[in-house]
T-cell receptor
Framework: AQSVAQPEDQVNVAEGNPLTVKCTYS??????LFWYVQYPNRGLQFLLK??????LVKGSYGFEAEFNKSQTSFHLKKPSALVSDSALYFC?????????FGTGTRLQVFP | ETGVTQSPTHLIKTRGQQVTLRCSSQ?????VSWYQQALGQGPQFIFQ???????GRGNFPPRFSGLQFPNYSSELNVNALELDDSALYLC?????????????FGQGTRLTVV
């Protein structure tokens, strides 16, 4: 069965510092991986996806993610955090036709 | 903002009642998926509709049912509500099926069962 794990319930970072939100996956076959962000009282917003190709994927709002096959990881990164990045982040894996989400990581960026 | 709209935004129902949630997909999208997000959890896949036919179902009982209409809008129906059905219900629309299609989510309907 395909699954993702987000080992950190919360990540705290100071504004201007780099941030990393961790995700590991378990799939059979080629992984199709996604990151979504959820702001309070809002639905999910797509950030980026990895299907194939370059291991470094660039997405919306300055976010990027690094796919590492040997470590089965797909960590979300941003070089310089903003207070407005504070939200709930979900990693997801996609067998065809649906998304399987992790439990989410709350990112708190302090001024 | 995505073009996916859900109604109502909030709803309170009594255990045992039935509820219908609605979703208007983004213009041009023919696929709608529904997810349940319990408090503190990630969204869980309920089912997907593609061109008015069910195209996959998650681990939810039959009292969770759905419809997709010719204009590709969709309904989620839940019968015999239980307290554990309290959650945020998310609708996502996409164009076609498969992993290369990006899903656009609505803002969700928060259902409270008392």
């Amino acid at each position: 069965a395909q699954s993702v794990a987000q080992p950190e319930d919360q990540v705290n970072v100071a504004e201007g510092n780099p941030l990393t939100v961790k995700c590991t996956y378990s799939v059979s076959g080629n992984p199709y991986l996604f990151w979504y962000v959820q702001y309070p009282n809002r639905g999910l917003q797509f950030l980026l996806k990895y299907i194939t190709g370059d291991n470094l994927v660039k997405g919306s709002y300055g976010f990027e993610a690094e796919f590492n096959k040997s470590q089965t990881s797909f960590h979300l990164k941003k070089p310089s955090a903003l207070v407005s990045d504070s939200a709930l982040y979900f990693c997801a894996v996609s067998p065809p036709d649906k998304l399987i989400f992790g439990t989410g990581t709350r990112l708190q960026v302090f001024p | 903002e995505t073009g996916v709209t859900q109604s109502p935004t909030h709803l309170i129902k009594t255990r045992g009642q039935q509820v219908t949630l609605r979703c208007s997909s983004q213009s041009g999208h023919n696929t709608v998926s529904w997810y349940q997000q319990a408090l503190g959890q990630g969204p869980q896949f309920i089912f997907q509709y593609y061109r008015e036919e069910e195209n996959g179902r998650g681990n939810f009982p039959p009292r969770f049912s759905g419809l997709q209409f010719p204009n590709y809008s969709s309904e989620l129906n839940v019968n015999a509500l239980e307290l554990d059905d309290s959650a945020l219900y998310l609708c996502a629309s996409s164009l076609g099926r498969g992993i290369n299609t990006e899903a656009f989510f609505g803002q969700g309907t928060r259902l409270t069962v008392v």
